[in-house]
């Protein structure tokens, strides 16, 4: 367990969601913007309601398109958000501000170990850890759900983090294991650290700047 | 209940599954989607001249592959729609049936299928359950589409694959007859066959090098029917496609890649983060996780309006659960049958995630056979988990997934028939409604005019006229001429009679005597015509009860 937290200590520090967040950390910057509202997109709902009214299908529509519906819709939609591969391991969040958007939240190379990691939990379920860690991976993301704007960062670090510990059980196992795919993954993951750092030194930079921002 | 009622009571639920999966995929067949797009009409139509003439628009005799708008068209599509058209005539239904008819039978044959690679009845009418509804399947089963055509074959191949590993070698023919003409099916299966086979090899060779007879026989009759396709597969046309879909004939732009260099001078960084194999792997990893994205596959759906349903992904919410749970078995079974099917399903979307597009349900439509056979292995396994939980649980769990259920369905269903028609009806990236009303309109009064020049802002306005008009095939064959008016961009037939197709520039074109322009509205100022040189005589509209084309008549 120890050595478990050691690595995903190690993990979490090197992700490129956390070092972003270190680069362009501003006491200002954490402020929550809205909140997905139950009258979102209302008037594309009307539009729609409008459209199956016209059909004759207006009553039998309406216990399935109505606004309620439509707002449970949005924030489901925005939960599976957190799960998507493009958040997670190749663009991360669309502000620029909390992504250099050449690297996801986490590394690629986490995902063979977060896979591992997640199988080693459910088969050791009645375990009151492993309980604990996959009822906090499926509830640490419904936060997210209820923010408008999409793919947003800080947010979800509670999911990241638990993601990142999850990489971390996978990693054990895999060093325990299967030696061979271990040193693969830490090449890969030696790789991408570095091309990471090297973005983030040399052209987020110039992105960031171009967009308005410069965070330094 | 004996075996025999086990087995009727089976038999009448594959019917009901079976007629449900017939009547989702023919009901309002014409009519929905909202019209045919050039897809389907270079499909109806061609098929139509080769019923006719035995060849093709461009009078090639039989050809193996159709040169179509200049994307070069797979023929097995167009040759199944041969006997459909020449019992139904050329119209909608018609160019929609193969798919319609392939899409239902391919659910009994994952039904087979299924029951094959698990042993367990249930799981196989579960499996075929979830076909006959999939929101994916039906969204090109009724379409005029190759796709389900391509899926049916790899169904029926790898099901007949299993049938001769258990029973009769001899049945190894027949799946090789199905990768064969699987190959003739759609561009993605020439790169998912090869890597399917080669998985069947590596997981069952013990059982195929032991009746090497069999196994040469069928290698040969794959071989023999692979052969035709060498030579068209290194021609223009081919290596255009090949270029123009995938990421092969990508390049970013050349700003970007200066301005890399540029702040990469002097180092060897450049070199070894910017290189092409690290950015192409970057592209297609990035697209093969597509595939997986919950946001993709069950909230958004693709870009395209063409394969999307309108607010929904390409699979229902309740399906999530199902699907996770169907993943945990595969990953736990230390079956060999179980392990092909998640193989199967991480294969499945490699073609897609070569091409240009971030998501491409249609190239990837090879996921959904193991999908659904996933799905019925996750109903099962928490159907399980779910009858030992505590009955308040159970009561409001159920209660909860249940209002899922139906809201999911009920959406698809209103989502589907009405506003999906009503938001992708627009544009080639669309259904390209208007064309049939535009030649319904034009037809009347073409004698009139010297010329009738159709604007191709919608792209593809030639291949509807032929189609409605049911224009002789021979005759256009004399006629036929491909244009294309930009880099990159699909052709368009030049013309044929007094019909000519092309950008309308108005300014230059209002100028000509006695001739009928076809027009969409954003190219003229219907205020600004003045009297004296040209009229409009008749309007087309979108759904929406916007303008789709003007008719304006130059004197």
Redesign the interface.
Same mark, same amino acid.
């Given at each position: 367990m120890k050595v478990t937290l050691i690595i995903a200590l190690i993990f979490v520090c090197i992700s490129p969601w956390f070092l972003v967040l270190v680069r362009n950390y501003r006491t200002d910057t954490f402020s929550f913007t809205d909140l997905v509202k139950l009258n979102e997109n209302i008037d594309e709902l009307n539009l729609?309601q409008t459209?199956?009214r016209d059909?004759h299908?207006g009553k039998t529509?309406r216990?399935?398109?109505n606004k309620y519906?439509n707002y449970l819709?949005s924030l489901?939609?925005r939960y599976?958000?957190s799960? @998507?591969?493009?958040f997670l391991?190749?663009h991360g969040d669309i502000d620029l501000q909390w992504s250099t958007q050449t690297a996801g939240a986490l590394y690629?190379s986490f995902l063979p170990m977060i896979l591992v990691g997640l199988?080693i939990l459910?088969?050791s379920y009645k375990n009151i850890r492993s309980k604990t860690v996959i009822w906090i991976l499926l509830i640490s993301p419904i936060p997210a759900a209820f923010i408008k704007p999409h793919y947003q960062t800080l947010i979800r670090i509670p999911f990241l983090l638990v993601l990142t510990y999850i990489a971390a059980v996978g990693f054990i196992w895999l060093l325990k294991k299967r030696r061979l795919i271990t040193v693969l993954l830490l090449i890969l993951l030696i790789f991408e650290i570095?091309?990471f750092g #090297? @973005?983030l030194i040399? #052209?987020y930079p110039?992105r960031l700047e171009n967009q308005g921002q410069s965070f330094q | 209940m004996n075996k025999f009622n086990l087995i009727k009571h089976e038999i009448l639920i594959l019917i009901l599954i079976f007629s449900i999966g017939v009547f989702l995929r023919f009901f309002l067949l014409s009519k929905v989607p909202i019209s045919l797009n050039w897809d389907e009409a270079t499909f109806g139509y061609n098929a139509y001249s080769i019923l006719k003439t035995g060849r093709d628009e461009y009078g090639s005799f039989l050809p193996l592959i159709f040169k179509s708008i200049g994307d070069y068209k797979n023929p097995l599509m167009v040759y199944l729609m041969v006997p459909s058209i020449a019992v139904f005539g050329l119209n909608e239904f018609s160019v929609r049936l193969p798919s319609a008819l392939l899409g239902s039978l391919s659910i009994l044959i994952i039904y087979l299928l299924t029951k094959r690679l698990t042993n367990k009845s249930n799981i196989a009418l579960l499996s075929a359950s979830f076909l006959a509804i999939s929101p994916w399947h039906l969204q090109f089963s009724r379409a005029g589409l190759e796709i389900p055509v391509s899926l049916f074959l790899t169904l029926t191949a790898i099901y007949f694959f299993i049938l001769s590993i258990e029973k009769n070698m001899k049945f190894l023919y027949i799946t090789a007859l199905a990768f064969g003409l699987g190959l003739y099916s759609y561009y993605s299966d020439r790169f998912f066959i090869p890597m399917m086979i080669t998985v069947l090899f590596i997981l069952f060779y013990k059982q195929l090098l032991s009746h090497l007879k069999e196994f040469i026989i069928a290698s040969l009759i794959f071989f023999l029917l692979t052969v035709p396709l060498i030579l068209p597969f290194f021609s223009h046309g081919s290596q255009n496609k090949i270029l123009n879909t995938t990421l092969l004939g990508y390049h970013p732009p050349l700003s970007y890649i200066n301005q890399l260099k540029k702040e990469d001078s002097g180092t060897v960084f450049y070199s070894l983060f910017h290189n092409d194999f690290v950015f192409y792997s970057w592209l297609i990893l990035e697209r093969y996780g597509n595939y997986f994205s919950p946001g993709y596959m069950f909230v958004k759906g693709p870009p395209d309006n063409r394969q999307r349903i309108f607010g929904m992904g390409m699979m229902y919410f309740f399906d999530l659960p199902l699907l996770l749970g169907g993943l945990y078995l595969l990953f736990k079974k230390r079956d060999k049958r179980l392990q092909f099917i998640l193989i199967w399903l991480l294969i499945a979307p490699l073609p897609a995630a070569i091409t240009r597009d971030e998501f491409h349900p249609r190239r990837a439509f090879e996921m959904i056979g193991p999908l659904m056979v996933i799905l019925a292995l996750g109903t099962d396994l928490l159907w399980n988990k779910f009858s030992r939980l505590k009955r308040s649980t159970k009561i409001v769990v159920g209660i909860i997934y249940t209002y899922l259920i139906g809201y999911c369905l009920g959406f698809y269903f209103f989502s589907y028939y009405i506003l999906t028609p009503l938001k992708t009806f627009k544009g080639s990236g669309g259904w390209q409604y208007g064309y049939k009303q535009l030649v319904q309109k034009v037809s009347k009064i073409q004698n009139e005019y010297s010329k009738i020049i159709v604007d191709t802002e919608y792209q593809g306005p030639y291949i509807y006229f032929l189609f409605y008009e049911k224009y002789p095939p021979q005759k256009y064959q004399t006629q036929a001429e491909l244009v294309y008016y930009c880099q990159g961009c699909l052709g368009e037939g030049a013309g044929f009679d007094n019909f000519v197709f092309r950008p309308i520039d108005w300014i230059a074109d209002r100028n000509l005597k006695n001739v009928l322009l076809v027009i969409p509205p954003d190219k003229i100022d219907p205020n600004a015509l003045g009297t004296n040189r040209a009229k409009i005589i008749d309007k087309v509209y979108f759904p929406n009860q916007e303008v789709a084309f003007y008719l304006v008549k130059t004197f």
């Open positions: 729609e459209q199956l059909a299908l529509s216990p399935i398109v519906n819709k489901l939609g599976l958000e799960f @998507d591969t493009s391991f190749f690629l199988f459910i088969e570095a091309q #090297h @973005d040399r #052209h110039r | -």
